[in-house]
């Protein structure tokens, strides 16, 4: 059954000209983009985006750097799309993802690893109304 999932492409793969090579390769992955945005999260929305994470000892770091530049914000839909898409993007630190990934070919450490995934349908949702509303999505 078709699911839908949040990812972002981070600032450092947007710094790095790598937005159509990741594009590409989630195409190429069957994955259907309904929503795509190139955003500049503040601070404070970034402090909002990862409130899960606030009492980790990463959170001003991981803010910091979500706010440092522009991300690319989509929505994609397949099915089983959540967890399929996570196992697609590999590991969260690149040095662990395998050959072939998106973490693995275009992240350089945990944080900068690319790009962000939810990692449930529950979460996916909050996170797609954070960035999207019904109207900018298609399909």
């Known amino acids: ?8 492409i981070k600032p450092k793969s947007v710094a790095n000209n790598n937005i159509g090579n990741i594009v590409a390769r ?7 983009i309904l929503g795509m945005k190139m955003v500049q999260l503040s601070k404070q929305d970034a402090e909002k985006f ?7 000892p990463f959170y001003g770091e991981l803010t910091d750097f979500m ?22 993007i590999g590991a ?17 450490d945990i944080q900068c690893n690319a790009v962000h995934a939810s990692d449930s349908l529950d979460n996916a949702a909050i996170e797609i ?5 019904n109207r900018e999505l298609v399909g």
């Open 1 to 8: 059954m078709a699911e839908r999932t949040y990812t972002m």
């Open 26 to 32: 989630i195409q190429s992955g069957g994955y259907k």
């Open 50 to 56: 990862y409130a899960i994470h606030a009492e980790r």
């Open 67 to 88: 706010s440092s530049g522009p991300i690319v914000a989509m929505v994609l839909e397949k099915d089983n799309c959540v967890a399929d898409y996570r196992e697609f």
């Open 92 to 108: 969260t630190n690149p040095a662990e993802a395998a050959e072939g990934t998106i973490r693995r070919d275009f992240g350089t």
């Open 129 to 133: 109304g954070f960035f999207f509303s």
